[in-house]
């Protein structure tokens, strides 16, 4: 496409609503049942030529602070410099690369990119599914989708843990990261 074409294209920005999405975690504890967090300080972007998602560009940012497990001497450990070092690494963070469509199936999508963690940036994968765009009641309009993607903690640093008398470790280092994302397009 020449410059002239690539500039000519429509192009709509997208900002993540905090107020409805959820970006949550789930991991193992004492390899018996699953432990559920999740952030409340989130933002993003989408920069969308076309009206086609299969052609975004995504970032998003999620404040480590902000992590609930519905247990505060627990995520006050999660906060110290033990596991997320909260005051060194602030924030985790999502820039796409590239994103590919499944065949056939214009709402599926796997979008790779750069997520970087306790300050190690790793390329990972997001199985995203595209819920629609509707118009909400103030006009505005909106476009949902749900993500997951497992990560290994111990590959972004992330290794504390304690061994069990029955041989097992108190955290699981699978980590399934699951996203229920809403943005809301911008004026132009």
């Known amino acids: 496409m020449t410059q002239a074409a690539q500039s000519s294209t429509p192009t709509t920005a997208w900002r993540l609503d905090p107020v409805h999405t959820n970006v949550e975690f789930a991991v193992k504890h004492l390899m018996i049942s699953t432990i559920h967090g999740r952030f409340g300080d989130v933002s993003g972007t989408a920069v969308v030529p076309s ?9 998003a940012r999620v404040g480590v602070a902000s992590v609930d497990t519905r247990e505060t001497q627990r995520d006050g450990f999660l906060k110290s410099s033990d596991f997320f070092d909260v005051e060194a690494y602030p924030a985790i963070t999502f820039k796409s690369r590239r994103i590919e469509t499944a065949q056939g199936d214009d709402n599926t999508y796997r979008v790779v990119g750069d997520f970087t ?3 190690v940036t790793k390329e990972i994968v997001l199985d995203v599914s595209f819920g629609g765009i509707a118009t909400d009641s103030y006009k505005k309009r909106r476009a949902g989708f749900n993500a997951t993607a497992t990560i290994n903690r111990k590959d972004f640093g992330l290794s504390w843990n304690q061994l069990l008398e029955t041989g097992g470790v108190a955290v699981g280092e699978d980590v399934k990261l699951l996203i229920d994302a809403e943005f809301i397009a911008q004026p132009v």
Do not use: P, Q
């Open 117 to 119: 963690l306790h300050g």
């Open 51 to 59: 009206n086609d998602f299969s052609r975004a560009e995504i970032e």
